[in-house]
């Protein structure tokens, strides 16, 4: 019940397309929702989150889409760029209690020129 | 975003050595810091929540006398393993929640890479 399940693994884009990460929980004690983007041998970097409370979450060129009632939520990103290649990472967390992040498996994102 | 720095960045011990790892939060402070390991090509895998002033909390399967945990201030969390060994070579990241965030925003540190010979 803890696990968050993301999808695809891999995902190769062109330049200036769409690219598009899923997300599910199980887990109804969830409340917080952030994705995090991270390069070969760095820290994960808060890219967008999101709480429950609203369907959609827009920043920059960056959207999470979320559904409460099918608990899932993805990540959009608008006119990839080369420079977004990296790894990308959806968690949830309890709003209460340690509210430790629970991560997905991760997305290797390659956005071609 | 708020800043979190680990040191030392990398790391490469003999096997039996202890390895302490520091992680600092630099412009607000944090009653709770996590310590997560990750293998290459994989997903982070939380070890432990540190907290200023009291005992961590383990996940299940993770050694507390292996890797001991030390939060004594709200913008320093020390990982400490003990006895290392090659199986113990990882890239090992912290993250520090900033308490004043009504979110559950968590920043996490640039990692340490650690090798055991």
């Known amino acids: 019940q803890q696990q968050v399940k993301q999808s695809p693994q891999s995902l190769i884009v062109q330049k200036g397309g769409i690219s598009i990460i899923n997300c599910a929980y199980e887990?109804?004690?969830?409340?917080?929702f952030p994705w995090y983007q991270q390069f070969p041998g760095k820290g994960p970097a808060l890219l967008i989150a999101i709480r429950p409370d609203v369907s959609e979450k827009k920043e920059g060129r960056f959207t999470i889409s979320f559904n409460k009632s099918a608990k899932q939520f993805s990540l959009h990103i608008m006119d990839s760029q080369p420079g977004d290649s990296a790894t990308y990472f959806c968690?949830?967390?309890?709003?209460?209690?340690?509210?430790?992040?629970?991560f997905g498996s991760g997305t290797r994102l390659q956005v071609q020129p | 975003g708020a800043v979190v720095s680990q040191h030392p960045s990398r790391v490469i011990c003999k096997s039996g050595t202890s390895v302490k790892i520091e992680c600092r939060s630099l412009d607000f402070q944090a009653t709770t810091m996590f310590w997560y390991r990750q293998f290459p090509k994989q997903s982070l895998m939380l070890m432990a929540t540190s907290n200023e002033g009291s005992k961590a909390t383990y996940e299940q399967g993770v050694e507390k006398d292996k890797f001991l945990i030390n939060h004594a201030s709200l913008t320093l969390s020390t990982l400490t393993v003990t006895s290392a060994h090659p199986e113990d070579s990882s890239f090992y990241i912290c993250?520090?929640?900033?308490?004043?965030?009504?979110?559950?925003?968590?920043?996490f540190g640039p990692g340490t890479r650690l090798t055991v010979l």
């Open positions: 993250s520090a929640r900033d308490t004043t965030s009504r979110d559950n925003e968590q920043f």
């Open positions: 887990n109804t004690a969830f409340d917080y």
């Open positions: 968690a949830a967390s309890p709003y209460t209690g340690r509210r430790a992040l629970t």
